[in-house]
């Protein structure tokens, strides 16, 4: 079962950043954060993941709080191709549990 | 680099035949695949973890008599549909896992086969 919540839907206007809440608290230990998004109808694709430090590639950046309960992404220029499904995963080992995920539309 | 292919991308079948999916990892050797099902508007829900050379797992309420899981190389993992009925019809997404130690535990996933049964 998923171990994280999210808001069912976001908007963002196109250029600005677009921050999306995960909460997942009760993570372990050693459990990754990951995020991954889905464009309509294709399979998911990665975007980052972290464990404790806050990460940035060059997609996005992720702020995990220090307790790690919880967790952000940031966009930090939306496109009208980051219109998507944004799902906020936590690892307990293997398999991927995906929640209902963020629907984010970018506006332009 | 980590590109996971999965073929047919969309089948049609008639109800009570049975339809076969491909995964394969192209640029890399995928100890474990998983596929997963998705229905209209809902999230990826996952069926079942495949292991090459054993037996595939699969999650509470999946029957493993219909979905049929072989993952017999290191590369190709297939997923059979026996008997498809219309409720069956779906977008079935699988991934592959790199070996130990790439990227912390990151699944590919592949482009998702959408199945319709008339």
């Known amino acids: 079962d998923a171990k994280t919540t999210q808001p069912t839907s976001m908007d963002c206007a196109e250029g600005r950043a677009a921050n999306l809440p995960c909460n997942h608290s009760?993570?372990?230990?050693?459990?990754?954060v990951y995020w991954y998004r889905q464009i309509h109808s294709q399979g998911p694709q990665y975007i980052i993941h972290?464990?404790?430090n806050n990460e940035t590639n060059e997609m996005a950046s992720l702020i995990i709080t220090e307790d790690r309960k919880s967790s952000t992404l940031i966009l930090p220029h939306a496109t009208l191709r980051d219109t998507a499904v944004y799902y906020c995963?936590?690892?307990?080992?293997?398999?991927?549990?995906f929640g209902t995920g963020t629907s984010l539309t970018v506006i332009p | 680099g980590a590109v996971v292919s999965q073929h047919p991308s969309w089948v049609i079948c008639k109800s009570g035949t049975s339809v076969k999916i491909e995964c394969r990892s192209l640029?890399?050797?995928?100890?474990?695949m998983f596929w997963y099902r998705q229905f209209p508007k809902q999230s990826l829900m996952l069926m079942a973890t495949?292991?090459?050379?054993?037996?595939?797992?699969?999650e509470q309420g999946v029957e493993k008599d219909k979905f049929l899981i072989n993952h017999a190389s290191l590369t190709l993992s297939t997923l059979t549909v026996t008997s498809a009925h219309p409720e069956d019809s779906s977008f079935y997404i699988c991934?592959?896992?790199?070996?130990?130690?790439?990227?912390?535990?990151?699944?590919?996933f592949g482009p998702g086969t959408r199945l319709t049964v008339l």
């Open positions: 640029d890399f050797q995928a100890t474990t």
């Open positions: 009760t993570i372990s230990g050693n459990e990754y």
């Open positions: 972290g464990l404790k």
């Open positions: 995963i936590v690892i307990p080992g293997n398999q991927f549990y």
């Open positions: 991934s592959a896992k790199p070996p130990t130690g790439y990227r912390g535990d990151e699944q590919f």
């Open positions: 495949s292991n090459e050379g054993s037996k595939a797992t699969y």
